[in-house]
T-cell receptor, first 115, second 114 residues
Framework: DSGVTQTPKHLITATGQRVTLRCSPRSGDLSVYWYQQSLDQGLQFLIQYYNGEERAKGNILERFSAQQFPDLHSELNLSSLELGDSALYFC??????????????FGSGTRLTVV | AQKITQTQPGMFVQEKEAVTLDCTYDTSDPSYGLFWYKQPSSGEMIFLIY??????QNATEGRYSLNFQKARKSANLVISASQLGDSAMYFC???????????FGTGTSLTVIP
């Protein structure tokens, strides 16, 4: 157990729907990062939050949004879902706002299937 | 543009043998970090090893070592004495300076044969 908790582990939904993925960072970590792993795009950075504030943004679609709450858990909201959004969504956490030398601690991911 | 290249989509190795997984990178930033992650079939991403661009010596972590050749911009992962549990996808990744995001390669699937 890495200490980063992602729920749910699996999610199946229909096109056009909206889903929320949840991430609880490792105890003491202030930063949360979201990544998307799809077969055609590989691992892509989506967004980072640090202590409740957006810190960096990557290849995140406008249909997607995220936030980090005062208790430091984060939610990734995906709306108007398309078949191409099917992917494994990872959350990772770190102590500081910048990546530590040892890298992130990843959660086990949420596998989203859009049908 | 920053780029990580893993040219080996799949590799096979006999149990107890050593294997090298290739990774080349492209950046003009003098400060960067190179990472290797393992992703077993269960899906989680497991940190293996880190090499900083200013580190003089190659990183080692148990059976894992990173063959860092800065002039060639390569950061190959060497796994010694392969075990069946090493069968997984392996990703090379780069972080620039004190930046926040990682750039990942496309991965290499390693299969250890008994």
């Amino acid at each position: 157990d890495s200490g980063v908790t992602q729920t749910p582990k699996h999610l199946i939904t229909a096109t056009g729907q909206r889903v929320t993925l949840r991430c609880s960072p490792r105890s003491g970590d202030l930063s949360v990062y979201w990544y998307q792993q799809s077969l055609d795009q590989g691992l892509q950075f989506l967004i980072q939050y640090y202590n409740g504030e957006e810190r960096a943004k990557g290849n995140i679609l406008e249909r997607f949004s995220a936030q980090q709450f005062p208790d430091l858990h984060s939610e990734l909201n995906l709306s108007s879902l398309e078949l191409g959004d099917s992917a494994l969504y990872f959350c990772a956490s770190s102590v500081s706002g910048t990546t530590p030398p040892y890298g992130y601690t990843f959660g086990s991911g949420t596998r989203l299937t859009v049908v | 543009a920053q780029k990580i290249t893993q040219t080996q989509p799949g590799m096979f190795v006999q149990e107890k043998e050593a294997v090298t997984l290739d990774c080349t990178y492209d950046t003009s930033d003098p400060s960067y970090g190179l990472f290797w992650y393992k992703q077993p079939s269960s899906g989680e991403m497991i940190f293996l090893i880190y090499q900083g661009s200013y580190d003089q010596q190659n990183a080692t972590e148990g059976r894992y070592s990173l063959n860092f050749q800065k002039a060639r911009k390569s950061a190959n992962l060497v796994i010694s004495a392969s075990q069946l549990g090493d069968s997984a996808m392996y990703f090379c990744a780069m972080r620039l300076g004190s930046g926040n995001q990682f750039y990942f390669g496309t991965g290499t699937s390693l299969t250890v044969i008994p």
